[in-house]
């Protein structure tokens, strides 16, 4: 696998070569036979976003998903959630991503774990959307808007390819009343390809899109006591063979770190929100 196209930024940030390989590599020293995986063995790397899995499943729950549904996770990174609500939830699942190493990654990994019958990733910005209008039931995000600077242009093309009474789902970062973020982040290295909004501004956005919403929860103090608690334990035993460091490279740390700062001192929050369009 080639190294991340250079033109992107924000591909260059997340692409950072031998990613599968990197994965694979880990499961192997966690005594795992790479040709009989389950998709929770990739739990650790492919949840990737805040709180892991943990959030996933919430975020399922308050999508209140059946079998058959169409659900298009946009920004899906490896694959994780699309893997887990085709195994867990029996839904009509599809990813896409920009980041081709990523879509490349979450192919093998669907293989892998016997669900490349099941789900489907393309390569695709997050703005122009290769599907038609109305496509999908659901659509699900985690943790992609941060790195989109045009919020309306991003939350009218998943109204475009929902269906009429369609939901989005969301799990993201916003920015806090506390200042600016310190970096570097996991979604960042410098500001270059930061865009936090206030998250007021965009459930106002939401609204003035034909969205109506349904529930919105602030999860920031749950994400500050979990990433303390990665952070204390990391720093006793080292990280982990296979964890989200492997996704963010050697100033992994400092991201997390920077992280549990920025929450601290309010400069970001974390909601989980639901929005029917209507």
């Known amino acids: 696998m080639g190294a991340p196209d250079a033109g992107h930024p924000v591909e260059q940030h997340y692409g950072r070569g031998q990613i599968l390989e990197s994965v694979l590599r880990a499961l192997r020293e966690q005594g795992k036979d790479v040709t009989r995986l389950a998709p929770a063995d990739l739990a650790p790397v492919d ?6 899995r943990e959030a996933t499943v919430e975020l399922a729950a308050l999508a209140a998903l059946t079998p058959g549904l169409r659900v298009l996770d946009v920004g899906c990174g ?45 390569e695709s910005g997050a703005l122009d959307l290769p599907f038609e209008n ?66 007021d501004a965009v459930r106002a956005l939401l609204e003035t899109l034909g969205f109506g919403i349904r529930a919105w929860e602030d999860k920031s103090r749950r994400t500050l006591d ?42 970001c929050v974390v909601v989980q929100a639901l929005a029917e369009k209507s």
């Open 47 to 52: 949840a990737f976003h805040v709180r892991g």
């Open 226 to 267: 979990w990433f303390t608690a990665l952070l204390e334990k990391q720093a006793r035993s080292g990280p982990p063979p296979l964890g989200l460091h492997l996704l963010m490279g050697p100033t992994a740390r400092t991201k997390f770190a920077n992280l549990v700062r920025n929450l601290r001192e309010g400069r």
């Open 78 to 122: 490896l694959g994780g959630s699309v893997r887990y609500l085709a195994a867990e939830h029996r839904v009509r699942a599809t990813g896409v991503d920009l980041t081709r190493e990523y879509v490349d990654a979450a192919c093998a990994l669907a293989v892998a774990v016997g669900l490349g019958d099941r789900v489907a990733f393309h």
């Open 134 to 199: 109305g496509a999908f039931d659901v659509v699900w995000t985690e943790h992609v808007q941060m790195n989109i600077e045009d919020k309306r242009a991003f939350y009218a093309e998943l109204a475009r390819v929902l269906a009429p009474g369609g939901r989005l789902v969301f799990h993201d970062i916003f920015q806090g009343e506390g200042g600016p973020v310190h970096f570097p982040v996991p979604w960042a290295e410098d500001a270059s390809i930061s865009f936090l909004a206030p998250p």
